[in-house]
């Protein structure tokens, strides 16, 4: 049984940095597009970017320019610069397209102003 784990979330100021993480533990996900998405208390989950095997990815109008998305063959990373108070959430990797559909528990990003 494989899972997906996500990690690096945490309290910022408006401005800063944060870069998450999501790591596949007994799968590879190489052949996966990887997703991320954020959700916060009574709302669906967003979709933010997807990354697709080839390296490409593409983002949601609210984060383009500001998040950048990578990848190696075990970990999908989600690089967030400037960030700001409405990007408080929860954010969540998801492997899709391949032999494993996945989601992480999630990690908390914290923005204040």
């Known amino acids: 049984q494989g899972q997906l784990q996500e990690s690096g979330g945490g309290s910022v100021q408006a401005g800063g940095s944060l870069r998450l993480s999501c790591t596949a533990r007994?799968?590879?996900?190489?052949?996966?597009?990887m997703d991320w998405y954020r959700q916060t208390p009574g709302n669906q989950r967003a979709w933010i970017t997807s990354?697709?095997?080839?390296?490409d990815a593409t983002y949601h109008d609210f984060v383009k320019g500001r998040f950048m998305a990578s990848r190696d063959k075990t970990t999908a990373y989600l690089q967030m610069n400037n960030l700001k108070p409405g990007d408080s959430a929860m954010y969540f990797c998801q492997s899709r397209g391949c032999a494993y559909n996945y989601w992480g528990q999630g990690t908390q990003v914290t923005v204040s102003s």
């Open positions: 990354i697709y095997t080839d390296g």
């Open positions: 007994g799968f590879s996900t190489d052949k996966c597009t």
